[in-house]
């Protein structure tokens, strides 16, 4: 019998699996689907030195914030990092290297090397500094940029539900980089905020089916910040 995908916590999910120096891919945008539990695992876990591929890096006490705070990012490959200070301090300071990457192309460089695509051509950066160094070339008139590809050694991604085997559903826009970090990564975990039997989706309602994913935890409250409350005023108030 196979071994069950189902952890009993985000730590237990991560042991044997991070270490120092690896390539991480952690989906969410802004604060939105980010896999809370497993990022604070990860910083409690006290592996240095990470690559993060992320859209984004959080804010400065929530998110892979927590883990700029412990100087365990040592490279960041993101195309927002705009809520996040102590990411400017430490880029400004030298003490952490950035690889900043258009949004779609950093989502097609996830989407593609999980597909076993090494690069593709775009005409996105084409005549900016993120085409400096990088190979081009012209299709029918127009100039393109060649893009490697992105995998990572593991993946941490947040999804709303997975049954046993690891097919997932995602709430809506929380979907967002999920996905495409799940295919990228050589080892992906999900945190879900509930767990099924397996036979219980309908196959059509599958997001992402369970060849993607090895290890499930759940977190069945999590907290959801927001990045930014906005209020309106109420009239006549």
Known sequence: MSQSKVYDSAEAALKGIVSDGQTLAIGGFGLCGIPEALIEALRDSGVKDLTCISNNAGVDDFGLGLLLQT??????????????????????????????????TLAEKLRSGGAGIPAFYTATGVGTLVAEGKETRDFDGRTYVLEHSLRADVALIKAQKADKAGNLIFNKTARNFNPDCAMAGKITIVEVEEIVETGTFDPDEIHLPGIFVQRIILNSNPEKRIEKTTTKAVEGA
Request: aromatic share 8%; proline share 3%; hydrophobic share 30%.
């Open 71 to 104: 100087r365990q990012i040592k490279k960041m490959i993101s195309s927002y990092v705009g809520e996040n200070k102590e990411f400017e301090r430490q880029y400004l300071a030298g003490e952490l290297d950035v690889e900043l990457t258009p949004q779609g």
